[in-house]
């Protein structure tokens, strides 16, 4: 432990932790037994009461490169001497345009234009109005529906939050946008159970999307958006083929089909991305997350040349899209992006994680037949266990395996009661198999 860390190690709890509304929290909760962290480095949180917590989810399935990466932490060092902000607004600084290519080359098909926020529902939002206004622009304005998937997470913007299927995160939340419809999700237990990889059934949900288009009229549709796999909902790859038709189903109607690639963006099934791991390439592309590996919020939306030039059109003084962030490339996230680049590809962290991946399916799958499992499921550096909830009390157990996990140094994700695991992708097998070994202690200890 360093200086600061210790030291910050010292500071405790704080004598009041009421002010600070939490998100996505169980406040009440988390304020009678506080889970402090002061520090992080590698594959480890060292927390307020100086443990180390082996960190099972790259922070939120963002810090791809571990914590504590010292290029990306030397770089922000740098940045924030040099050029602490410029605005993007009729202005810019270079390494945006750097970063910008750089990006485009790392992307797959001709995912050549970028267009930067903050975060992976700025992303959302921001995919979403571009497909609307594509339309407008190209005078096919009639197209102004958008479908999602039951089940799908695209972030808590009104725009994610519509297309979105996680009926918590909109039920509280008004009408949401008009003329939102959603396909229907693809989790399957009776035939996908303890599936290894991609599920062989299924394929044929996506003609689910057709039945919407056909409902619509598919001159009505703008844009589709799906998770290559849904992450949040608790981690639902895609069956077989399934993915490649929705983009038939996609190019037969003149549809915009956008991957939300926030989580498996940069390097989490072993391939930059998930277009290029599944081979299907999306009409705009949503990230964030990895591409700064958390250190620093950035956001990315890549779209195809063909979108960005429907808009260059009219005079050239005028603004070709009226949208964007005071933080739109800011400097600091550029810097960060530019070195978490520069990390992915000098530690070789992307074929890494495909090299780990066949270690981390059979730990993974070692899990079967432990109390309450029924289902695991795995894909690159991501996995599930899926517990039987306790009656009349979802999502409790999973959480319960959650404090229980934290108490003894593993920090897991749940949802519902689903537990989500995706390790920094310098995860060592051995640290793999002390993980598994910790949720094998935490499932036979739970209720
Ligand atoms: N889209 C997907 C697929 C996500 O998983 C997330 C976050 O987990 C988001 C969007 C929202 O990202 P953020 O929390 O950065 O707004």
Not at 37 to 57: F, P
Not at 413 to 424: N, S, V
Request: contains cysteine; negative net charge; aromatic residues 8%.
């Amino acid at each position: 432990m360093d200086d600061a860390v210790a030291a910050a190690t010292r500071q405790g709890v704080p004598n009041d932790l009421e002010a600070f509304w939490m998100p996505f929290t169980a406040n009440r909760q988390f304020k009678a037994a506080p889970r402090l962290i002061v520090g992080a480095d590698g594959m480890y949180y060292t927390t307020h009461d100086g443990r180390q917590v082996m960190d099972a989810v790259a922070g939120l399935w963002c810090v791809n490169c571990g914590h504590g990466a010292p290029r990306i932490t030397k770089a922000i060092q740098a940045q924030a001497a040099t050029l602490d902000y410029s605005p993007a607004f009729q202005m810019g600084h270079p390494r945006a345009f750097d970063l910008a290519s750089r990006l485009a080359d790392l992307a797959p098909g001709d995912l050549d234009h970028v267009f930067f926020t903050n975060s992976g529902s700025e992303s959302v939002d921001t995919a979403l109005k571009i497909a609307l206004a594509y339309h407008k622009v190209r005078g096919d304005g009639g197209r102004t529906r958008l479908i999602g998937r039951e089940k799908g997470y695209h972030g808590v913007g009104f725009g994610g939050i519509s297309v979105g299927g996680i009926v918590n995160n909109r039920k509280f939340f008004g009408s949401l946008l008009a003329g939102v419809d959603h396909m229907r999700h693809t989790h399957d237990l009776e035939h996908n159970a303890f599936t290894r990889g991609v599920p062989e059934w299924g394929a044929h949900l996506a003609d689910d999307l057709e039945r919407i288009v056909q409902l619509h009229g598919p001159d009505t549709v703008a844009a589709v958006i799906v998770e290559p796999f849904a992450g949040s909902a608790g981690v639902i790859l895609p069956p077989k083929g399934y993915l490649q038709r929705l983009r038939e189903i996609c190019d037969r109607h003149g549809i915009l089909l956008i991957f939300d690639e926030v989580i498996s963006g940069f390097g989490r099934l072993g391939t930059p991305f998930a277009g290029h791991y599944f081979d299907v390439i999306p009409d705009l592309m949503t990230t964030a997350k990895g591409l700064t590996n958390g250190a620093v919020p950035m956001g990315a939306v890549f779209a195809r040349k063909e979108i960005y030039d429907a808009f260059m059109h009219g005079p050239e003084h005028v603004i070709e899209l009226f949208h964007g962030y005071t933080y739109s490339a800011h400097p600091l996230a550029c810097a960060a992006a530019h070195a978490a680049l520069d990390t992915y590809a000098e530690e070789g962290l992307f074929q890494r994680c495909a090299d780990m991946a066949p270690h981390w399916e059979d730990a993974l799958h070692g899990l079967k037949g432990l109390p309450h499992v029924i289902d695991i499921r795995n894909l690159g550096l991501v996995g599930a266990i899926e517990l039987e909830p306790r009656p009349g009390e979802p999502g409790k157990r999973a959480f319960e395996a959650f404090l229980k996990a934290y108490d003894r140094g593993l920090m897991i994700r749940t949802t519902g009661d689903i537990i989500a695991l995706t390790p920094p992708l310098i995860v060592e097998k051995a640290e793999i198999d002390q993980m598994m070994e910790t949720l094998a202690e935490v499932l036979k200890d739970l209720a």
